[in-house]
């Protein structure tokens, strides 16, 4: 038993060392045990499952909007080659996503908080920075370490009394330990590249900060912080400050950009 731990574990820093990749812009090194094919086939899969199963919406404004603004962004951004699709589905959430391969998709019930081509342009360059980063991808290879570091801990706990209280509480001090301050630092990272894309864009990056005071405002009191995915909204504009300050220097260099935008009411 020890000698099969010792080359599985062996094997897996082997895969370890072989599979780290580097996040543009922020140049962090992260393991990703995903291919990009097998990420962009999920994705597509993902992405058609959900449209089959919401209504999208016939607000020919923001439709074209939306279409505008992802292709202005996707066409900057370290991916332009990605098979890119933007969607507005009818809903009253707020709430956005980018799959894995560039499938995108805006909620209508966001649009009251973007406010403009800007502010929607923030919340579009963050998801589509997920996609660039591969968040889906390391995500993923998070996962599957966990639960095979479970699976190998039920073995070598089989004969113990205390096992499901064990088992238990290794897959909370993964899930707190690991998984959500993995997520809080992807989005983190994402509204840095985000930003910078939607300054490249040209978009004023400051929109980025107005409109995290915005969700600010009408944030209600939820999950605790340590416990959210997601920074806390306030905590996140006064992040964005320094961020949209060194976007800046990308916005200046766009010849004819956009600013706000159109509003979107």
Request: glycine share 6%.
């Amino acid at each position: 038993m020890k000698r099969a731990a010792t080359r599985f574990l062996m094997i897996l820093l082997l895969v370890v060392v072989q599979s780290c990749a580097t996040v543009p812009h922020t140049q962090r090194r992260a393991l990703i045990l995903v291919s990009p094919g097998q990420e962009a086939a999920l994705g597509e899969q993902a992405y058609r499952e959900i449209l089959a199963q919401e209504k999208l919406s016939q607000n020919k404004k923001w439709v074209l909007i939306v279409d505008k603004v992802g292709r202005n962004i996707a066409r900057v951004s370290d991916r332009p080659n990605f098979d890119w699709e933007f969607k507005l589905i009818e809903s009253p959430q707020k709430n956005a996503f980018c799959l894995p391969g560039g499938k995108v998709a805006v909620y209508t019930g966001i649009m009251e908080v973007a406010q403009n081509e800007a502010g929607l342009a923030a919340i579009m360059g963050h998801e589509i920075a997920h996609a660039i980063a591969r968040h889906g991808a390391e995500r993923m290879t998070q996962v599957m370490l966990v639960n095979t570091g479970l699976s190998m801990a039920d073995v070598s706990l089989q004969n113990s009394e205390h096992r499901e209280l064990i088992l238990a509480a290794i897959g909370l001090s993964a899930n707190v330990g690991l998984l959500l301050p993995y997520s809080r630092k992807h989005e983190t990272e994402a509204d840095n590249i985000g930003t910078l894309y939607m300054a490249r864009a040209g978009y004023d990056p400051n929109e980025a900060v107005a409109l995290w005071q915005r969700f600010a405002e009408a944030e209600q009191a939820g999950v605790p912080a340590f416990l959210s995915t997601h920074p806390p909204s306030r905590e996140r504009a006064e992040a964005l400050r320094a961020i949209a300050k060194q976007a800046m220097v990308e916005y200046r260099k766009v010849k004819n950009p956009y600013g706000k935008g159109e509003p979107l009411y």
